[in-house]
């Protein structure tokens, strides 16, 4: 199971996410109500222990969510669009 690390300072070019999300966001408003917590504890079981480090379980689920809210036809599209 992946953990959320800190980016390298040779890749960061300082962007700010939180400025590139405006502020009146309806998923600003889920984060803040949303918590994910759980999610960990509930899928530890299904993770390998050994191989590639994946994306952290409570990213995957948010990033499912954000699919089903902007009625994303696809993972592809769901990537792509992920950067708006």
Do not use: C
């Given at each position: 199971?992946?953990?959320?690390?800190?980016?390298?300072p040779?890749?960061?070019?300082?962007?700010?996410?939180?400025?590139?999300?405006?502020?009146?966001?309806?998923?600003?408003?889920?984060?803040?109500?949303l918590?994910?917590?759980?999610?960990?504890?509930?899928?530890?079981?299904?993770?390998?222990?050994?191989?590639?480090?994946?994306?952290?379980?409570?990213v995957?689920?948010?990033?499912?969510?954000?699919?089903?809210?902007?009625?994303?036809?696809?993972?592809?599209?769901?990537?792509?669009?992920?950067?708006?």
């Open positions: 199971m992946g953990e959320k690390e800190q980016q390298s040779l890749w960061n070019y300082r962007v700010n996410l939180d400025k590139r999300v405006r502020r009146d966001h309806p998923l600003r408003r889920i984060n803040e109500v918590d994910l917590s759980f999610v960990r504890a509930q899928v530890a079981h299904t993770y390998g222990w050994r191989g590639n480090k994946l994306a952290p379980p409570e995957i689920l948010r990033m499912m969510l954000l699919l089903f809210l902007e009625d994303i036809k696809s993972e592809r599209e769901l990537m792509r669009s992920a950067r708006l």
